[in-house]
């Protein structure tokens, strides 16, 4: 399980209980530069896109000694690290990803390439998430209050890394479903929904999509129970059932959440 930029493994620890519950072993690896006793500190400066995926490849390797099976969760920015293992590890049996961040709503296709070389030229600003909580926002989560103009750029440019490779090959993960909500307001399900239509042109029948309907209001952060407006009685069992998670102990390894 692979959490968002500026959280930490908090954001799933309630839903990786759940699953250990039932019966698998789980890994909730820290994004390099998070989770810092510092919440406003500028060590995330360091962060790159490369980084973030060095560090989900390790989870995954780990991951395989752990059981028969591997399934990756990715939400928002690690959801376009999870589009990636999709596109690229044959050895992952599911890989659900939540919300990627390949563009922010409503952001035109031909803007996002410029967007993001023009901010990874720029000084790097940090920007509060909440103007109006600031430094209080995400206390209980220890998630940071602020992300890094630079860092957003990274992960534009790692989208459209993704897209490129979309564009000539289908996916290797041997299932793969993308999960977006329709109240989303962080990211930009149409640049989503071009994902999987070009992955459904290079492997008919080879992913699946779900998308949370605008009645269910359902927030970009669908993870944590923390968030305010948090749908989580909703959000888990389809997210369990669309995981098609068998309570099945490994043969191998002792069971327990690995973080």
């Not at 995926?53 to 399934?71: H, Q």
């Not at 750029?153 to 000539?168: K, N, P, T, W, Y």
């Not at 992955?199 to 699946?208: K, L």
């Not at 909703?234 to 490994?250: C, G, K, Q």
């Amino acid at each position: 399980m692979l959490h968002g930029i500026t959280n930490t493994p908090v954001q799933f620890r309630k839903f990786a209980e759940i699953l250990f519950q039932r019966g698998a072993n789980v890994l909730v690896p820290r994004m390099p530069f998070h989770g810092h006793a510092d919440r406003l500190t500028d060590a995330k400066s360091g962060f790159t896109a490369q980084l973030m995926l060095d560090e989900a490849i390790r989870a995954v390797d780990r991951a395989r000694l752990l059981g028969r099976r591997v399934k990756v969760m990715g939400l928002s920015v690690n959801g376009v690290t999870a589009a990636w293992i999709a596109q690229n590890r044959a050895d992952v049996d599911t890989v659900v990803i939540m919300a990627p961040f390949f563009a922010v709503k409503d952001m035109p296709d031909w803007t996002i390439a410029p967007v993001a070389r023009l901010f990874a030229r720029l000084p790097n600003i940090f920007v509060w998430w909440d103007f109006r909580q600031r430094e209080n926002l995400g206390k209980n989560s220890l998630a940071y209050p602020r992300f890094s103009t630079r860092a957003m750029a990274c992960v534009l440019h790692f989208g459209l890394d993704v897209f490129r490779e979309a564009q000539s090959a289908p996916p290797r993960a041997r299932r793969v479903v993308v999960v977006t909500s329709a109240m989303d307001q962080a990211v930009s399900n149409e640049r989503i929904g071009e994902l999987v239509a070009l992955w459904r042109r290079q492997a008919p029948g080879h992913v699946e999509a779900y998308e949370f309907p605008a009645e269910k209001n359902v927030p970009h952060d669908w993870i944590y129970p923390g968030q305010p407006d948090q749908q989580v009685k909703t959000v888990y069992p389809i997210l369990l059932n669309l995981l098609d998670h068998t309570a099945e102990p490994a043969d191998s390894a002792p069971a327990g959440i690995v973080r």
